[in-house]
């Protein structure tokens, strides 16, 4: 089993930067495939990045390509995303999400384990 907890959301205006945190613990991070996502109200939950258990590939959806960084540190079993030059499209429900060996999923249907997610809000 992975508990992951995430945290650094916020409320902020447009253009502002928020640095997101998921920290895992009961498994080393390090053979998970992992995910960002969020939701916003009356949507689904949409793909935003993800990193690959092995050498570290990414992804990213074209709405926040160029603007979101996705990063991990295995030894403190952390994955990070560095979210700049928000929008008020960007806010929503911040989830990360874990799969073994995973790489670079973009389905949630793809991960097997999920935080309970952290707020964002984007005033313009």
């Known amino acids: 089993q992975v508990q992951l907890v995430e945290s650094g959301g916020g409320l902020v205006q447009a253009g502002a930067s928020l640095r997101l945190s998921c920290a895992a613990s009961?498994?080393?991070?390090?053979?998970?495939?992992m995910g960002w996502f969020r939701q916003a109200p009356g949507k689904e939950r949409e793909f935003v990045s993800a990193i690959s258990s092995t050498y570290g590939f990414t992804s990213y959806s074209d709405s926040v390509k160029g603007r979101f960084t996705i990063s991990r540190d295995n030894a403190k079993n952390t994955v990070y995303l560095q979210m700049n030059s928000l929008k008020p499209e960007d806010t929503g429900v911040y989830y990360c999400a874990a799969k073994m060996f995973q790489v670079l999923g973009k389905t949630p249907n793809e991960y097997d384990y999920w935080g309970q997610g952290t707020q964002v809000t984007v005033s313009s």
């Open positions: 009961g498994r080393t991070l390090s053979r998970y495939g």
